[in-house]
């Protein structure tokens, strides 16, 4: 059955790219960075900050605050991953409302997909914490002396009342002003690990949307913490660790890639990571099941609810699987028979297993449709029909390619027939193909 199978995958609603969104898996406020140009680095730090150089970065969305304790147990008790660090966790970060330390890279990974987002890269981070100012050594500007109204780190001062070792500890998230861009502790409080491997020489890298070497033994962390000193808290400032260290100092904050408006029209929206067109469908109810065919696993009929969200207008390409394997490295080897079923790129992915749809999600910064989403999608907006288009089984060789040929479904069955390029039949109610 695997050459039947295709992808379609979904983003968690944009808000109509409001500058502020919150993001359905976690609960989180996001802000929406804009695309744009800055200067990377310091001629004024260490080697491995040098040289200073130009990086463009495409807009995206970032965690407002660092991950919670509160947020982080959610994730845990929700899909039952295995963290057994709650007592010193609750040492450094007494309540839910402080940021979660004492976290891996792997831990940190495993949060951003569960909540179909991703970890910043190094350039991301350091263009977030700038907050739009340029060649300066802090968030806030270059005065040093002005650091405890800004960020929790080693000792108490002003505004910077929780210490440092051995008794003091973080502070809760958002204790201190924003930076330029809206976000919180961009600097002090936690560590925060960044997706790329540590590169010594990583300021040779791509000029555009940059994200660090291939392959390395240690992940960056950026931006200082509550028990280190203020050379630490430098926009700059550059160092790493183990993926599978932890600390008392080191969390982490999450961001997604933002859409690019098609046409100015916000309803369909182009996904920056693959390019997919997306259409934006609407929060509603519907009645969900079949008692028309009386399977027992179609009933009830009953009611469901849901948010507003985006999905691909399309099922998922050959071209874009592609590129993903491509990009990513991915290990897929089933090309050939791709090939016989699917034979040009714009015609639907096959031979997927859901790992590897999920892994393409991921990559995108997108995750499948739930079963709830699939069908009050592939409803279209109708209610109680049989079909996407409504009850009539006669014109459906009109609406989709399935089994033998007709009417507009040339493509024909086994053994010699195979997929129609994606978009060959007129799109249901809500302006998506082949659902």
């Known amino acids: 059955m695997g050459e039947n199978y295709v992808i379609g995958v979904v983003a968690d609603d944009l808000a109509g790219f409001s500058d502020r969104i919150i993001w359905g898996k976690d609960g989180a406020e996001m802000a929406l960075i804009p695309a744009g140009f800055f200067e990377m680095g310091s001629d004024d730090g260490r080697d491995n900050e040098k040289p200073v150089h130009m990086v463009e970065l495409e807009a995206f969305y970032m965690d407002v605050n660092e991950v919670t304790v509160g947020q982080f147990k959610r994730f845990a008790e929700e899909s039952g991953y295995a963290y057994d660090r709650w007592n010193s966790v609750a040492k450094y970060s007494p309540t839910d409302e402080h940021p979660m330390v004492e976290v891996t890279w792997n831990d940190a990974t495993a949060y951003a997909q569960w909540a179909d987002k ?24 270059d005065d040093e002396s002005v650091a405890r109204d800004h960020a929790n780190y080693l000792g108490t001062g002003s505004r910077d009342q929780w210490g440092g070792p051995p008794n003091g500890g973080t502070a809760p998230v958002g204790s201190f002003d924003s930076n330029g861009y809206g976000l919180y502790d961009m600097t002090g409080n936690v560590w925060e690990w960044c997706a790329d491997w540590y590169g010594e020489n990583y300021y040779t890298s791509p000029l555009k949307n940059p994200k660090g070497p291939d392959t390395g033994q240690y992940r960056v962390l950026r931006g200082g913490a509550w028990s280190f000193n203020t050379s630490y808290l430098r926009a700059a400032y550059r160092t790493y660790s183990s993926p599978s260290d932890r600390s008392s100092s080191t969390g982490f904050r999450c961001m997604s890639g ?95 297993t859901w790992n590897d749809a999920t892994a393409y999600a991921q990559w995108a910064d997108k995750r499948l449709p739930t079963e709830a989403e699939w069908e009050y999608v592939a409803r279209g907006g109708l209610s109680g029909k049989r079909y996407p288009w409504g009850d009539d089984e006669s014109v459906a060789r009109d609406h989709a390619n399935y089994l033998g040929t007709g009417s507009r479904d040339q493509w024909g069955g086994p053994p010699n027939g195979g997929t129609a390029p994606v978009g060959s039949f007129d799109s249901n109610g809500y302006g998506l193909y082949d659902m």
């Open 118 to 141: 991703r970890l910043p890269t190094e350039a991301e981070w350091e263009y977030v914490a700038r907050g739009g100012l340029s060649g300066k050594r802090y968030p806030w500007g």
């Open 258 to 352: 933002a859409p690019l408006s098609l046409a100015g029209n916000q309803r369909v929206i182009e996904w920056e990571k693959d390019e997919a067109k997306m259409v934006l469908i609407p929060a509603g109810s519907f009645e969900m099941g079949d008692h028309l065919d009386n399977r027992p696993d179609a009933l009830p009929v009953h009611t469901v609810e849901l948010e507003a969200f985006y999905m691909d207008v399309n099922e998922v390409t050959v071209g874009q699987f592609k590129r993903f394997a491509e990009e990513s490295g991915y290990a897929y080897d089933r090309w050939n028979s791709v090939a016989k079923y699917s034979p040009t790129d714009e015609h639907p992915m096959v031979e997927v």
